[in-house]
Nanobody, 126 residues
Framework: QVQLVGSGGGLVQAGGSLRLSCAAS????????MGWFRQAPGKEREFVAA????????YYADSVKGRFTISRDNAKNTVYLQMNSLKPEDTAVYYC???????????????????WGQGTQVTVSS
């Protein structure tokens, strides 16, 4: 099993940047694919970005491509989401997730992840 703790959220003006972190405890972090999802009030949870267990492959929602970057440091058991050029529509609770069995082409499917962090609020003001 793995436990996930997300952090780094906050209030930022449009055009600003934030970096989210997700620290994992437990065994074999490096064998888990990691994802970031978000949920805005009144909306369903949506895929933001994902990274393969090795870090060799990354995937992004169209809405964040070119603005967000996902990365991981397996030595620190941490995955990051660097968010630049933030927009008010990026406002949401951001969740990190982990799974070791989801194939790369399904990393955008929230229902397939076994482990979830507690969420961190990101608010972008206009």
């Amino acid at each position: 099993q793995v436990q996930l703790v997300g952090s780094g959220g906050g209030l930022v003006q449009a055009g600003g940047s934030l970096r989210l972190s997700c620290a994992a405890s437990g065994r074999s972090f490096s064998s888990y694919a990691m994802g970031w999802f978000r949920q805005a009030p009144g909306k369903e949870r949506e895929f933001v970005a994902a990274i393969s267990w090795s870090g060799g492959s990354t995937y992004y929602a169209d809405s964040v491509k070119g603005r967000f970057t996902i990365s991981r440091d397996n030595a620190k058991n941490t995955v990051y989401l660097q968010m630049n050029s933030l927009k008010p529509e990026d406002t949401a609770v951001y969740y990190c997730a982990a799974d070791k069995r989801v194939p790369d082409y399904k990393l955008g499917y929230a229902d397939l992840y076994d482990y979830w962090g507690q969420g961190t609020q990101v608010t972008v003001s206009s």
